[in-house]
Structures are given as C-alpha cells and as structure tokens.
C-alpha cells in the first residue's frame, strides 16, 4: 500500500488539485474585482502602499471625536493596581 508508485500517484493527484482549485479561485476571485471596479470605481488600478492607503481612508471617513475620560491621566497606565507596588 505504501510502496514507492501509490506514493507517486497521491502526491500528483495532490498537487493537481490543488492547482486546479487555485487556478479557478484565482479567476473568480479577478472577475469580482473587475465587477467591483465598473460597478463601483472603487477598487484602484495602482496599487498603494501602506501610508497611502491610511491617508486615503482617514480622507474619507470623518474622525469621531476623542473622548477625555476624566479619571485618567495620560502615562499613567493602571495606577490602581496592587502589582505596580512591587
């Protein structure tokens, strides 16, 4: 059962598989990205780096308002806690 040939024949199978699902996802997965892109104009043609793409979506989504909690004071961490003794 585990000589050298059936051994052969499981891992081609294998990997033909797995080819062939990556090639199928990969087409589905680009059609949707081109449905997206006329549906929407969302998706854009270069692709952006980090820092871009953050400046991108804080442009385009407003900032809510940062609340001051008035019982915490900035650097102080967890002042109340019995371990901070030590």
């Known amino acids: ?5 059936s051994m052969v024949l499981g891992w081609v199978s294998l990997i033909a598989v797995a ?8 087409q ?13 104009g ?5 692709r952006l780096d980090g820092r871009e ?14 609340e001051e909690h008035p019982n915490l004071v ?3 961490g967890f002042s109340g806690s019995k371990d901070d003794a030590t």
Do not use: L
């Open 28 to 40: 589905s997965i680009n059609e949707r990205r081109r449905q997206q892109d006329i549906i929407t």
């Open 42 to 46: 969302e998706r854009p043609s270069a």
């Open 74 to 76: 900035a650097g102080s």
């Open 53 to 66: 793409r953050s400046a991108r979506d804080e442009a385009r989504t407003p900032q809510a308002p940062r």
């Open 19 to 26: 080819g062939a699902s990556f090639y199928f996802a990969k």
């Open 1 to 5: 059962m585990n000589n050298p040939r």
